[in-house]
């Protein structure tokens, strides 16, 4: 079938916001193509995605060798930890590609315009975004450190962090730039076809990036708190990517804060162990929330000057 090459129509210069969410129009919209699509992601990243870990949770359950296990909520132990890396988030390689089948060959639009209404995307919005949250994240844990001496504790070791490094540096970016194109990116977008308030949006893009990763470990610390750090996250990368009419700034930082765990600072409980140069030994669950609150607020404040915060654009026409 031949498919038109759609751009964005240029009566559509409104708030930046407004041109974000009517990017969606652009292709087809009817619901039971968004029930296919999402069926269509969901399928390739929770079960093709799910394969590997499978396979290797097979093997470690019959290796026979007890310093290999793997804990109820799929972390592995005694396992080379570029294997665990590519075999975690190879999920996010196939979760990627259902993605772009999805918008391509079911909604017949342009992939790029889950990310902006420009023709190119703006690598160097996204390094910008990468740039800020790396500052703001060395600042948080060098304040921590200054609180609670003691609390980090330097664990690198080379011949483990090199292969994991060059592995991190690929993967990662695939992972983090997958579940914003999900979740600020298609359904944040495909929601904002009924919905067009900018606040409801980002409380509900908070809300629905928050639940897959409380079932991540670190949620068990403190429920309550690390749900509500999710939950912020989210919400502000929602509101911070309307009001910039791109999702190029929630990439980066997204990018940045799991490179910067995985390379950086780990905590010893995480969804995903790494031979990180520090090992955080406390999940401070309330240092943890006013401190990404803080960095957040200071990342909006940079991106989105207080005269755009100030506008009475908030509800979309």
Same mark, same amino acid.
């Given at each position: ?7 964005? =129509? ?10 974000? $969410? ?15 699509? /999402? ?15 499978? +396979?290797? +949770? ?6 026979? !060798? =007890?310093?290999? #296990? ?36 079911? &909604? $017949? ?5 889950? +990310?902006?209404? *420009? ?15 790396? /500052? ?20 690198? !070791?080379?011949?483990?962090?090199? =292969? ?9 970016? /695939?992972?983090?730039?997958?579940? *914003? ?36 470990? *670190? ?28 999702? *190029?700034?929630?990439?980066? $930082? &997204?990018?940045?804060? !799991?490179?910067?765990?995985?390379? %950086?600072?780990?905590?010893?409980? #995480?969804?995903?162990? #790494? ?5 955080? !030994? ?10 990404? #609150? ?7 404040? +940079?991106? %989105?000057? =207080? ?11």
């Amino acid at each position: 079938m031949k498919r038109k090459n759609i751009d964005l =129509p240029a009566n559509l210069e409104k708030s930046k916001a407004d041109t974000y $969410l009517d990017l969606a129009r652009l292709g087809r919209t009817g619901w039971l193509r968004h029930i296919l699509a /999402i069926g269509l992601i969901l399928f390739f990243w929770q079960v093709i995605g799910a394969l590997p870990s499978i +396979i290797l +949770i097979f093997l470690v359950s019959t290796d026979g !060798n =007890p310093q290999t #296990t793997v804990s109820a909520s799929g972390q592995f132990s005694g396992v080379v930890p570029v294997v665990s890396l590519a075999v975690i988030l190879s999920a996010s390689v196939v979760f990627q590609i259902g993605i772009y089948l999805s918008i391509r060959f079911i &909604h $017949l639009r342009p992939f790029r315009t889950l +990310i902006t209404p *420009e023709r190119r995307i703006s690598w160097k919005r996204i390094l910008q975004g990468f740039i800020v949250w790396v /500052i703001l994240l060395g600042t948080m844990t060098l304040v921590e450190e200054f609180l609670y001496p003691g609390r980090y504790t330097w664990t690198l !070791n080379l011949r483990q962090f090199l =292969p994991f490094t060059v592995l991190a540096l690929f993967l990662i970016p /695939i992972q983090a730039s997958a579940e *914003e194109l999900f979740f600020r990116g298609y359904l944040m977008q495909s929601i904002g076809l009924r919905l067009r308030n900018i606040w409801i949006l980002s409380v509900l893009s908070g809300l629905v990036f928050m639940l897959p990763h409380l079932l991540n470990p *670190e949620a068990r610390i403190n429920f309550v708190l690390m749900g509500f750090y999710y939950f912020f996250i989210g919400a502000v990368m929602a509101y911070v990517t309307l009001r910039d009419g791109r999702l *190029e700034l929630a990439i980066g $930082l &997204h990018i940045a804060n !799991n490179l910067f765990s995985a390379l %950086i600072a780990n905590y010893s409980v #995480t969804v995903l162990p #790494t031979p990180s140069m520090f090992t955080v !030994n406390t999940l401070d669950a309330t240092y943890s929330v006013i401190a990404a #609150t803080a960095g957040l607020l200071i990342f909006m404040l +940079i991106f %989105i000057p =207080p005269a755009r915060l100030r506008r009475r654009d908030n509800t979309l026409d």
